[in-house]
C-alpha cells in the first residue's frame, strides 16, 4: 500500500495550491488530509468518502479548501484557495478501509510521507 502525495510549494497568501496524493495497493473507503505545523501536532483538515464523495472539513478550512477524488486515477485531490500563513504546515494524506467519516488521526491505517506548504505573508 503506498499513498503518495504531491503538489506542495510556497505561495503568497491569498494564492491558491493544489495537493495530489495517489493511492495504490488497494482500495480504501475513505481518505482524508492532515496538517502538521511547525511546533505543533498533526490536525485534521478534510476527508472523503470514496464511495460518493460525502466529505468534512475543519472549520479552520471550511470555504476555502475543497476535497474531491477522481476514481480513474486513484487520487484524491486537496485544492486550497485563499490561503493564509497559518497553513504553513506539511500536509499528509490518510486513508482508512471504513467509509466512516473520521477526524482523528488514530482513525486512519495508511498515511503518505507529506508535502511542505509554505504561505507567506
Known amino acids: 500500500v503506498q499513498l503518495q502525495a504531491s503538489g506542495g510549494g510556497l505561495v503568497q497568501a491569498g494564492g491558491s495550491l493544489r495537493l495530489s496524493c495517489a493511492a495504490s495497493?488497494?482500495?480504501?473507503?475513505?481518505m482524508g488530509w492532515f496538517r502538521q505545523a511547525p511546533g505543533k501536532g498533526r490536525e485534521f483538515v478534510a476527508t472523503?468518502?470514496?464511495?460518493?464523495?460525502?466529505?468534512y472539513y475543519a472549520d479552520s478550512v471550511k470555504g476555502r479548501f475543497t476535497i474531491s477524488r477522481d476514481n480513474a486515477e486513484n487520487t484524491v485531490y486537496l485544492q486550497m484557495s485563499s490561503l493564509k500563513p497559518e497553513d504553513t504546515a506539511v500536509y499528509y494524506c490518510?486513508?482508512?478501509?471504513?467509509?466512516?467519516?473520521?477526524?482523528?488521526?488514530?482513525?486512519?491505517?495508511?498515511w503518505g510521507q507529506g508535502t511542505e506548504v509554505t504561505v507567506s505573508s
Open positions: 472523503i468518502r470514496w464511495s460518493d464523495s460525502s466529505t
Open positions: 495497493g488497494r482500495s480504501f473507503g475513505s
Open positions: 490518510a486513508a482508512r478501509p471504513s467509509a466512516v467519516l473520521h477526524t482523528t488521526r488514530q482513525s486512519y491505517n495508511y
